[in-house]
């Protein structure tokens, strides 16, 4: 009867994780259970910086090669798609207690800012991590003034 109850004693650092897998459990079709801006296991995990020079995309795509994914831009929108493949392992010769690794088609999308230069854009893949450079225009690049004396 009392079988799904969660005991109440977790630790510090346990009682995030335990809370994230309680409001998954209540809600799943929320699909997000935390604090960040997409759903929990989306993939591919993406940060976004900005620099005086440039915005800076990282795409983590651990697993993959640079010929399984698609960068492309249009109207100051990003979108990374392509495909994992599932693990060579014929389906019938295992049992899987845990699947959480994804497989299939994916696909993300995020705008950007105004004011980058798109035509000068490049994309580099380097040990599981795309980066997508997205230089600024010149004129808004931020530039020293020189006082000079009068």
Known sequence: MFGDLRRFDTGRTQGRDWFRQLMDEMLPEAGAADIRSVPHGSFPMINVGRTDDAVRVYVFAAGLSAEDLEVSLQDNVLTVSGRREVAAAPEAARTDFRRERFHGEFSRTLALPDGLDVERAEARFRDGVCE??????????????EIQAA
Request: hydrophobic share 35%; no cysteine; glycine share 0%.
């Open 132 to 145: 997508v450079v997205l230089p600024k225009r010149e004129e808004l690049k931020p530039r020293r003034i």
